[in-house]
């Protein structure tokens, strides 16, 4: 209990010497920010190349780490490809896409695009990827 009231005094004597009077905010730094901020965040949209941003293979080993760690039962790993995001309330809907069945294929189709240098899962909007 003696913690626990000196911790508020300490809090109540910080709010009391505390001051936010000597801040001053400078708008035109703020503005020039938010304009470089557009223009990098511009940029970096035309470099766009598959569904997270880099090189197919980053996006397969990304996908296939995820759907290897568990989030494969729900279908995260179907976003990182690309798909659309109602397939993930078909994973859910069918127990983690039939059982299980389906994120284990998907892992053992995705370690086979990656030995074969392919991006062929990409941007599939089914859910069963590969039929």
């Known amino acids: 209990m003696k913690k626990l009231l000196a911790a508020f005094v300490a ?7 505390a001051s936010a009077t000597n801040y001053s905010v400078d708008e035109a730094s703020i503005d020039a920010l938010f304009t470089e901020a557009v223009v990098e965040a511009n940029a970096e949209a035309l470099n766009f190349s598959g569904p997270i941003g880099g090189d197919s293979t980053v996006t397969n080993v990304v ?3 995820v759907d290897w760690i568990g989030l494969g039962f729900f279908g995260i790993h179907r976003l990182i490809l690309g798909t659309q ?3 993930l309330l078909w994973y859910t809907i069918t127990l983690g896409g039939i059982f299980g069945l389906v994120p284990l294929v998907d892992g053992i189709l995705l370690i086979v695009d990656l030995i074969q240098g392919g991006a062929s899962w990409l941007d599939n909007p089914a859910f069963i990827m590969w039929i």
């Open 11 to 17: 809090i109540l004597a910080f709010a009391a010497v």
């Open 63 to 65: 996908a296939l780490v």
């Open 85 to 87: 995001p109602i397939n």
